[in-house]
């Protein structure tokens, strides 16, 4: 793979921006942009502080890290630190700092409509300390694009065959004592609607699968009423406006994902799912990181552009060690230019 510096067109490239620069963004990004898994011809814009980068590359370069893009070969918008920042320890500024270089990620993108946004991890309770009260980046993304409501897709690559596991999340980073008030008939056939329309790109009739809220679904109420008075009534609905479309559900949470295990490993069977509702944050990423945690990438739909993300943290207990994976990251890249450009 070959590196090429961005064209005078900037709508054929990639706008990266490089998280808190306490944990690992800069790290596994400077990482997979020299990996030899990415598209020939990929062209980027990097947003943050140049001088941290180089710092964490001298670093790297001493680790003896080899596979690294040197920084001086990259386009980066300077948006510099205003104090020290410390591997592994987040602070006020490191969340200011992620903060700015988001939100200046995103008016390059719209402004020069670039392909995509990738972003590297940000710690939002260094955000909080910094004063940006934010549940993620999907909600200030949404409020930058002026989005009625941002969705929150993983989605994945199988590395044994090209059989894409997709999981939607209906709600996203909210206390589970919030979640059965959160959720709602309208709101689950919203993002069945996301969910479909991503699925279609890849299948003309694709199987839909949505998680039940409570154990075993709730076993005809027994368990929690939430699916018996609103929630299959509502998948029912959805079915017969969407005929062309394959809807399961609600199917017990713990089984809901067997079928696409199955899938990961084997590659597509007949009841392979192309997408799968989940309701709650942790009852969807819970199975999808167990599967696919180096492949899967965090896709923002609902914007105006599309956003993709590593499916981890930042890292803080490792940062600057030299050790952090950038494969979630080099998927998060590879999946903005397949998709951006599909």
């Given at each position: 793979m070959s590196f090429s510096h961005p064209s005078s067109d900037a709508n054929d490239r990639l706008v990266i921006a490089l998280g808190d620069p306490a944990g690992i963004g800069m790290e596994v990004t400077l990482k997979a942009l020299a990996d030899?898994?990415?598209?020939?011809?990929?062209?980027?814009?990097?947003?943050?502080?140049?001088?941290?980068?180089?710092?964490?590359?001298?670093?790297?370069?001493?680790?003896?890290?080899?596979?690294?893009?040197?920084?001086?070969?990259?386009?980066?918008?300077?948006?510099?630190?205003?104090?020290?920042?410390?591997?592994?320890?987040?602070?006020?500024?490191?969340?200011?700092?992620?903060?700015?270089?988001?939100?200046?990620?995103?008016?390059?993108?719209?402004?020069?409509?670039?392909?995509?946004?990738?972003?590297?991890?940000?710690?939002?309770?260094?955000?909080h300390a910094a004063g940006h009260d934010y549940p993620g980046q999907t909600e200030r993304l949404a409020e930058l694009d002026g989005a009625r409501q941002a969705s929150m897709?993983?989605?994945?690559?199988?590395?044994?065959?090209?059989?894409?596991?997709?999981?939607?999340?209906?709600?996203?980073?909210?206390?589970?004592?919030?979640?059965?008030?959160?959720?709602?008939?309208?709101?689950?056939?919203?993002?069945?609607?996301?969910?479909?329309?991503?699925?279609?790109?890849?299948?003309?009739?694709?199987?839909?699968?949505?998680?039940?809220?409570?154990?075993?679904?709730?076993?005809?109420?027994?368990?929690?009423?939430?699916?018996?008075?609103?929630?299959?009534?509502?998948?029912?609905?959805?079915?017969?406006?969407?005929?062309?479309?394959?809807?399961?559900?609600?199917?017990?949470?713990d089984t809901c994902w067997l079928s696409a295990a199955k899938a990961w490993q084997l590659g597509s069977q007949p009841e392979s799912p192309d997408g799968i509702l989940a309701l709650y944050h942790d009852q969807g990423l819970i199975p999808v990181k167990l599967m696919a945690f180096d492949e899967a990438v965090n896709t923002t739909l609902g914007l105006s552009f599309l956003r993709t993300s590593p499916d981890h943290g930042t890292g803080f207990d490792i940062a600057g060690q030299g050790i952090a994976r950038s494969t979630s990251m080099v998927a998060a890249i590879r999946a903005a230019w397949a998709l951006s450009r599909a």
């Open positions: 030899p898994r990415l598209p020939d011809g990929l062209n980027t814009l990097v947003v943050g502080c140049r001088k941290t980068l180089e710092q964490t590359y001298s670093r790297l370069k001493a680790q003896q890290c080899s596979l690294l893009i040197d920084p001086s070969d990259l386009d980066i918008d300077d948006l510099p630190v205003h104090e020290a920042i410390t591997p592994g320890a987040p602070s006020p500024e490191s969340g200011a700092s992620s903060f700015r270089w988001l939100s200046h990620a995103v008016s390059r993108v719209k402004e020069e409509h670039t392909l995509a946004l990738v972003t590297a991890p940000i710690a939002k309770h260094a955000w897709l993983f989605t994945a690559v199988s590395p044994n065959h090209s059989w894409r596991l997709n999981t939607l999340l209906a709600t996203t980073h909210i206390p589970l004592q919030q979640v059965p008030s959160a959720l709602s008939p309208d709101l689950v056939l919203r993002k069945l609607d996301v969910l479909s329309e991503f699925c279609l790109r890849f299948n003309p009739q694709p199987r839909l699968l949505v998680a039940g809220l409570n154990p075993h679904a709730g076993e005809q109420g027994r368990l929690g009423s939430e699916e018996t008075n609103w929630l299959i009534p509502a998948l029912q609905q959805w079915q017969e406006n969407h005929p062309h479309i394959h809807l399961s559900g609600p199917l017990p949470p």
